[in-house]
Each structure stands twice: as C-alpha cells, then as structure tokens.
C-alpha cells in the first residue's frame, strides 16, 4: 500500500519525490476518507498553525487521531512533529488544535524566525545502525521547533546542543551555573514512539533518503510485530 502524504500545506512534494526515489509511492491526502488507502502517512513541514486550519476544514482531526490510535506508521517532520506532539509549550487553553499521540512538549518556534534558519550535522547513531553509512546526517532546520520534554515511553534519537539560557527557566538545569549564560544545555530534535517518528528539521530537503527509509523499515517492523502477534500455535489446547 502506498504512503500517504498529508498534502492541505507545506513541503508534501519534496516527501513525495524522496520516496519516488526509494522506488516508493506517497499518495497526497486531503481528505478523511483518503487515509483508509493508505499504510503509513508523512505529515510535512509548513506552518502549523495554517495546516491546522486547514485540517480542521477538512475535518480531518478525528481520522487523523483515529490512524494515530491504530498504531499505524506516522512521521512528522518540523510542522509534522508539532502536530504529532501531546502538547505546544506556551499554548493557551484553546489554542491551536494537536493531533496529538506523540508524548512530548514540543516548542513551536525554539530556533527562532526564518532568519535563524540553519544547517547543522547532527549525530543519529539509529541511522548508522538500521540505515547502515555514516551516523551524521545534515540537519536543515527552518523556523524550527525543539523537543523540551518527552514522556518514558518515547526514545531520544537525535539531539542537539544549544546555550541553557535559551531554554525556558523550567527546563534549566537546578544549580546556578547550569543557568549561567555560558552553560550548555540540549534539546531533542528526533524522536520515535513505537509506530511515531518526529524530527524537527527537514530530511525531505536534502538527497539524503536514509530517514524516509528507517520510516519505511518501522512500518515493516511494526507489520511483522502485528502479525507475529496474533500466530497462534497449532498445539495449543482449544484450537
Ligand atoms: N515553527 C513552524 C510552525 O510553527 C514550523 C516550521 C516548519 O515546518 N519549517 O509551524
């Protein structure tokens, strides 16, 4: 089944065309009922805000919850992974609308504006070890969002450092000199939660294809896990 690409804003093209090049088909979605035909979804990067009235236009917020709750395949890059997060540091009781399921506080603008735009190498040793080749991958961050917090269940993989008087007071270290303005601290800028995959900057825009392919590699894990999952042994007593 083909992947699908939320397509209502942003950079669903440039998914599109990564995964062509993996020999893939990414399918655009605008609709609920579009989700029904396909097996995984890429949600791009944009704009947040603008891509969530237009999902809500489309009354896409439910199916979207619903594809999410059924554990299947779902990435979020930038603007993706702000939907895909349980909650928006700083957001005000009705604020923006979440697709929510990825459990993490996800700060919208971390990086800045579109002036602070940047490219980094990150270090993601998952890449070297399921994608094989280097462990760095080239990080194109624009108007970026960072991961301030996540729950137990969900694996850091990627992070990077910035100055621990960027971070908001609650996320500074206890001592004083973890506060000073020379302190160094982190934040997480790639994530996975069993079927969710967040990274905050923008693998589509590079001709890098490894993060497309770790997304295609967990859809085919989580698949065998569900199939194994329901085997039941000829010998077992009653069947
Ligand atoms: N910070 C942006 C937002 O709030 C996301 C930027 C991006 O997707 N490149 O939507």
Redesign the pocket.
């Not at 085919?220 to 039941?232: P, Q, R, T, V, Y």
């Given at each position: 089944m083909a992947v699908g690409v939320l397509a209502l804003q942003?950079s669903f093209n440039e998914h599109i065309a990564a995964l062509r090049r993996l020999g893939v088909m990414g399918v655009e979605v605008r609709k609920p009922e579009q989700l029904d035909g396909v097996a995984s979804l890429i949600i791009?990067?944009?704009?947040?805000?603008t891509?969530a009235k237009l999902a809500e236009y489309h009354n896409l917020f439910p199916a979207l919850r619903e594809f999410v709750k059924l554990g299947k395949p779902v990435w979020g890059?930038?603007?993706?992974l702000?939907f895909l997060a349980n909650k928006a540091y700083g957001q005000k009781e009705g604020g923006q609308e979440l697709v929510g399921g990825l459990d993490c506080t996800v700060h919208?603008?971390f990086f800045g504006s579109q002036l602070q735009s940047f490219e980094t190498e990150l270090v993601v040793p998952d890449l070297a070890s399921k994608e094989g080749g280097p462990e760095t991958f080239r990080g194109v961050f624009?108007?970026?969002?960072a991961v301030l917090e996540v729950g137990p269940g969900v694996e850091v993989l990627a992070d990077y450092p910035v100055l621990a008087n960027k971070l908001p007071d609650q996320y500074r270290g206890p001592e004083p000199d973890e506060q000073s303005s020379a302190a160094t601290s982190k934040v997480i800028v790639a994530v996975r939660q069993k079927n969710l995959l967040g990274t905050a900057f923008?693998p589509e825009l590079t001709a890098d294809t490894r993060w497309h392919s770790y997304f295609l590699k967990m859809g085919s894990e989580l698949d065998e896990g569900s199939s194994k999952a329901i085997i039941i042994p000829s010998t077992y007593p009653g069947f």
């Amino acid at each position: 089944m083909a992947v699908g690409v939320l397509a209502l804003q942003g950079s669903f093209n440039e998914h599109i065309a990564a995964l062509r090049r993996l020999g893939v088909m990414g399918v655009e979605v605008r609709k609920p009922e579009q989700l029904d035909g396909v097996a995984s979804l890429i949600i791009p990067g944009g704009e947040s805000t603008t891509m969530a009235k237009l999902a809500e236009y489309h009354n896409l917020f439910p199916a979207l919850r619903e594809f999410v709750k059924l554990g299947k395949p779902v990435w979020g890059t930038c603007a993706g992974l702000i939907f895909l997060a349980n909650k928006a540091y700083g957001q005000k009781e009705g604020g923006q609308e979440l697709v929510g399921g990825l459990d993490c506080t996800v700060h919208r603008n971390f990086f800045g504006s579109q002036l602070q735009s940047f490219e980094t190498e990150l270090v993601v040793p998952d890449l070297a070890s399921k994608e094989g080749g280097p462990e760095t991958f080239r990080g194109v961050f624009i108007r970026a969002p960072a991961v301030l917090e996540v729950g137990p269940g969900v694996e850091v993989l990627a992070d990077y450092p910035v100055l621990a008087n960027k971070l908001p007071d609650q996320y500074r270290g206890p001592e004083p000199d973890e506060q000073s303005s020379a302190a160094t601290s982190k934040v997480i800028v790639a994530v996975r939660q069993k079927n969710l995959l967040g990274t905050a900057f923008h693998p589509e825009l590079t001709a890098d294809t490894r993060w497309h392919s770790y997304f295609l590699k967990m859809g085919s894990e989580l698949d065998e896990g569900s199939s194994k999952a329901i085997i039941i042994p000829s010998t077992y007593p009653g069947f």
